[in-house]
């Protein structure tokens, strides 16, 4: 054996696994309180053209520049490879009150015609909700509250996939939570007591009659 400094690498900090918790909502997701999350599903090529993105678009415009040029400096093959991994951007609002984050899952590579199927935008759901998760709790970290997650009820709309089956996607995947988590559903613990509001989206629809408040 050559000699060698013991170097003890710094354990990484303890995780422990948990699920994500849906409440279904009726209303609008854009009135969520200061500092909530607004979740939403986007394309990789820079485009928030149609159905609840348009609505994303025209109140958060800084957040769209972010997420085109996010879209824009990547190749093809790098953006296939980024709804894998990433879910950014994330930013916060820049108009008052109130401030939101805004947070774009990378389900689908194109849109309309060209979108990906339903098994693949599915597939895409699991990385990019996990990746998000994992943006939420480091900014958390550095001490910065959240308020709320928010989302629509992501795939429905021009992507095409039926909620049920996103839904059920997202109840099945697990989070990894620094030390004991402080809630959400352990993945091998039914205690419904156990709830973390990180943990906990609430997924809003619109009524057929709904009417926005501003
Ligand atoms: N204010 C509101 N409050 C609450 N719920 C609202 C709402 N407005 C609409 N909804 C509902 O929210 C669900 C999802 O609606 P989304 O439109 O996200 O559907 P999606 O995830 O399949 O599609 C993503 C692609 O749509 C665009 O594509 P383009 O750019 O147009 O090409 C994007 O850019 C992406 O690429 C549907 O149930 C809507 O009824």
Redesign the pocket.
């Known amino acids: 054996m050559g000699k060698g400094k013991a170097t003890a690498a710094a354990a990484p900090p303890p995780t422990v696994k948990k699920q994500l918790r849906i409440v279904e909502r009726v209303g609008?997701?854009?009135d969520g309180p200061a500092n909530s999350v607004l979740i939403?599903?986007?394309?990789c090529i820079g485009?928030?053209?149609?159905?609840?993105?348009?609505?994303f678009r025209l109140r958060y415009p800084a957040a769209f520049a972010v997420y085109r040029d996010h879209c824009q400096r990547l190749s093809p093959n790098e953006k296939k490879s980024k709804v894998k991994s990433k879910s950014k951007p994330k930013q916060k609002q820049q108009r008052k009150p109130p401030p939101h984050y805004i947070g774009c899952l990378f389900t689908?590579r194109r849109?309309?015609q060209n979108r990906d199927s339903p098994a693949s935008i599915l597939r895409a759901t699991k990385p990019a909700m996990q990746d998000l998760m994992q943006q939420v709790l480091a900014v958390e970290a550095q001490n910065h509250n959240i308020s709320e997650l928010r989302m629509?009820?992501?795939?429905?709309?021009?992507?095409?996939v039926p909620w049920a089956s996103t839904r059920q996607v997202i109840l099945a995947l697990h989070v990894d939570v620094p030390g004991n988590g402080g809630g959400g559903g352990d993945v091998n613990d039914d205690d419904d007591d156990d709830d973390e509001p990180l943990l906990r989206i609430a997924v809003?629809?619109?009524q057929a009659d709904w009417v926005p408040n501003s």
Not at 47 to 55: E, K, L
């Open positions: 609008d997701i854009f939403h599903a986007c394309n485009s928030w053209g149609g159905g609840i993105a348009a609505a689908s849109v309309g629509c009820q992501i795939n429905a709309g021009p992507f095409n809003w629809n619109r």
